[in-house]
Structures are given as C-alpha cells and as structure tokens.
C-alpha cells in the first residue's frame, strides 16, 4: 500500500502536538493538548516528563483517528521539541529521578555564575559554540545530580541516563537512547567542532558520560516503534528552530529564516563550517544528513509576540492580538515613539539581564495606534539587530528572510520587517514549518521526498514583502530605535 502520509511530533514548551503531512507538504490533519507549567519557586521551571510522553502519544493517535489514518498508512515518525530542557531517568525501569527542567529555568544561574568565576566561559564557548547561561542542558543535570537523593551515585554506576525530550520520547517510543546533532550542540556538553561529548567540559560540570546519549544523524530510521498500533519507522529528531530552518527549505549558505513566538529565532545556514561569533550570538548545529553536517548562526530575542499579549493584558489598550494590526495601520508611523520591551532583559546581541523595558519619544500627541504601533515595530527592530550583528560575524548579507510562526500573519509587522532589513521577506504557506521540517527530514529517510530538490518544489511562497523605505527612512529609524536601547541599557548602568 501506498504510504499518504508522514507524522510528526511537535512537542513543544506548553503543548504536545502531532501533525500529519502529504507528499505536496499539506497539513492534512493536527492534534493538540496543553500541559502543566510548574513553577516550584520564581524563576523556576518544571515539567512532567511522564505527563509530556503521554500528551504526546496521545494527540499522535488522536491525529490519525482524524485522518482516518492507520499505521500503514504512515511512512514515517519525525520528532521536533524544545530544545535545552532536561531530563534524567533510570535505564532501566525507564522512570524519570525528578520532574523535567526547563529551557526557560533559571535555578542554576549561579552555577553559570561560578564557571565564569573559574575561568571556564571561554572554553565553553570555544568548544559549543554556546554562551554559559541557565538557558542550556548541562547545568541543569549538574544540579539533578547534586539536588536528588542518590543521583550522583546512581550515574557513576551507569544507571541513569540524560537526554533532552528528543531523547526522552525515542526512548519511550523505541527503547533507544540517542539524540540527534542539533539537540547534542544544545546542551553545553557537545563538541560541534569534533563532534563528540566534550570530556574537558563533562569533568567541569562532573557529569558522567555514560548518562549521555549516542548522537546520530538527524534524518535517518533509528528504530520501529509499535506504539501507535503497527510498525512505523522513526526518521527524524531535530530541535524545534533547526525543523523551523530546514521547513523553510533554507538549505543553502546564507538563506534564513525567523520565527515569531513569544520571542523569535533568528537563523542563519553558514553551510559545512561552523562560524564562531564574536558578537554574542550562537553557533549550532542545523542538521546531520548522512555524514554530511551544516551548521547555522543564531540570535534569540526574548520579547516579540510578548509585547502584544502585554498591551492586551497589562495595559488593556488592545482586545486580542489580531486587532493590534488595525489599530497600528491607524497611524502612518510612530511618530517618534520607540518601545523596548527588555521586560527580562535583552537577548541577542546585548544579552544584558540587567535591562527593562522603556518607551522613549512620547509626546502629548502620542496616542494609543503610537504605542501599539511602537510595540509592533520593536519586534522588527530587535531582529534588525541580530541581523546586523550576523553580518559582523559571517560577512554577509542576507538576501531575503523567510519567516513562520504567530506573528508573521501580521502584514504591517512584515512590511515593517522588510524595510527595517533593506531585504525581501517571504512567508510561506504553511506556517508550521518546525512540525514540516521535521516531517521533511523522516520522509528524506524513507524516501517519501526523494531529496532537497523535491522540497523546495513543495515549498510554497504566500506573499512577498519588499522594502520600501529609502536609505536615509531606514538609517533614521535605525538612529532613533538605537537611542531607545541605549537608554534602556543606561538606566541600570
């Protein structure tokens, strides 16, 4: 029987998901469930892991009901998560020693703290690609080992293993304890340069390395899992802004793309040779096919769909996020209003965690389509940013920039966004590229798309936004949204 469709498992930071995709890259059916945030104290953040595989599996059998859909059906399982959150469970009763901690978790800040004080930050960073923050995996599994009874114990004796939740639905779904390239080069842990766990780095955060999973291409069959009622091949693990890159078919050197969520990911493809940053972004890997490796650049920015669910909540001056659209189209532009929401500080570049948000330009004319449109604006300010700052380290200009997630639906924000950039920027029709990027790489594994060349016919552009400011609009606007961040930054010093 003829294969129709390939599944993919979206897990994500609040929902599990599951999508089923065609051969022309159409969704033909999704899943979705939330799940519980716990927050043990402020600034911490945990997860079930049981809770996660069971929302998961469960939406991928709700998905095909949808469908109609049987496993024979299937030609293959791709898997796409949150990428740092940790988990540690037994090898062998499979149970988890402790709830999952968080990407988003800052309970190990001061281990970060007391690895720069050792001098280590350096090497870090010259071994991952990666800055020493809270944000990644291998603090977090420091602090299982020293905070759960027995742990360290138990991981000396080879009995517990680590992965992210990549690695934690595989092992459920197949009984294997791998992880793929783009989720290794997350961790802090891995080696992107020699492509290995880092013994240097493993001593320093006393981690064992027998806890750590065996690291495999990000396409190819690992296993055949029985969980969803028959044999199905599991393809693909890839970390969720790696999907997103390779769902919008970005597979040559300086193609790129941008994800607006609640904050948004900026990513490069710098191609087989991993670019250093010196200007505070992070170097990753993108994906593993065969035995061939690319690489990409990536900033993050804390705040941008975030500051429309604060005019909306906070300062009621929107009903939903939908309508803040019209209410900006109100105004031809600002009028001089800037807002920085450096509400937890500002990501990529600056990464100052010192910095809050400020509105600067506020005048007694200012009204309420300003600072709805200022809000906006500040989402593709703070990507300007991080693309500038790209050029920097990898001496070269984007030539176009596509884009996906929530907000991209925004077509004044898009606009804004290409002016901003002086590039053209393209949106999809499908804006569930993470899931599709997943799906794309499993069925590159089984031959459900033949390679690369067959995906970018599948590929679809909705609209194209093209600049339209003049060279002196776009250095002007740029002037006024950098006097805002300085202000930001200098209010605190």
């Not at 299982?144 to 092992?171: K, M, N, P, Y």
């Not at 941008?304 to 300062?315: F, M, Y």
Request: glycine share 10%; proline share 3%; with cysteine.
């Amino acid at each position: 029987m003829d294969k129709r469709y390939v599944l993919a498992f979206d897990q994500g930071t609040t929902s599990s998901r599951s999508l089923l995709f065609t051969r022309d890259g159409a969704i033909a059916a999704v899943s979705q469930q939330e799940f519980e945030q716990i927050y043990p104290r402020p600034g911490w953040v945990e997860h079930n892991p049981v809770t996660i595989w069971e929302t998961q599996i469960a939406t991928a059998r709700e998905v095909m009901a949808k469908a109609g859909a049987t496993p024979d059906d299937i030609a293959a399982v791709g898997i796409t998560n949150q990428r740092e959150t940790a988990v540690v469970w037994e090898r062998a009763t499979g149970k988890p020693i402790h709830n999952a901690i968080v990407w988003q978790c800052r309970r190990t800040t001061e281990i970060c703290e007391q690895l720069k004080a050792d001098g280590l930050e350096q090497e870090f960073r010259a071994r991952t690609g990666l800055v020493v923050d809270a944000y990644f995996s291998g603090t977090k599994v420091n602090w299982l080992l020293d905070h759960v009874d027995g742990a360290r114990a138990q991981a000396e004796h080879g009995e517990l293993c680590f992965g992210t939740i990549d690695s934690w639905l595989l092992f459920n779904l197949t009984g294997r304890h791998i992880t793929d390239y783009s989720n290794a080069s997350r961790t802090l842990l891995y080696n992107i340069y020699e492509r290995r766990w880092d013994p240097v780095l493993l001593d320093a955060l006393g981690i064992p390395e027998s806890m750590l999973p065996e690291v495999v291409p990000t396409s190819e069959v690992y296993a055949e899992t029985t969980a969803l009622g028959g044999s199905i091949p599991v393809a693909s693990m890839v970390g969720d802004q790696q999907a997103a890159l390779f769902g919008q078919a970005a597979f040559n050197v300086k193609d790129s793309k941008n994800t607006y969520g609640t904050g948004c990911f900026l990513l490069i493809n710098t191609g087989s040779e991993p670019v250093p940053s010196e200007h505070g972004l992070l170097t990753t890997i993108g994906w593993g096919i065969g035995g061939e490796v690319e690489y990409a650049m990536e900033g993050s920015v804390f705040i941008a769909g975030a500051v429309v669910q604060w005019l909306r909540d906070e300062l009621k001056l929107i009903s939903s996020a939908a309508e803040s659209e019209a209410i900006a189209a109100e105004v031809p532009d600002s009028n001089g209003v800037y807002l920085v929401p450096a509400f937890t500080g500002l990501g990529a570049p600056w990464w100052d965690m010192r910095a809050r948000g400020t509105i600067t330009g506020l005048t007694r004319g200012s009204n309420r389509a300003h600072i709805v449109r200022a809000a906006l604006e500040s989402i593709s300010f703070q990507i300007g940013d991080v693309a500038r700052t790209m050029k920097k380290d990898f001496g070269e200009d984007m030539t176009e920039l596509r884009v996906d997630g929530g907000a991209s639906a925004n077509n004044l924000l898009m606009q804004h966004q290409a002016d901003v950039l002086g590039v053209p920027v393209v949106r999809g029709e499908t804006l569930e590229t993470t899931a599709l990027g997943a799906a794309y790489l499993a069925g590159l594994a089984v031959g459900f798309w033949s390679d690369k060349d067959e995906i970018r016919k599948v590929w679809k552009e909705d609209r194209r936004f093209l600049p339209q400011w003049s060279e002196d609009q776009r250095q002007q606007a740029l002037a006024g949204w950098e006097d805002a961040v300085r202000r930001t930054r200098s209010e605190l010093g």
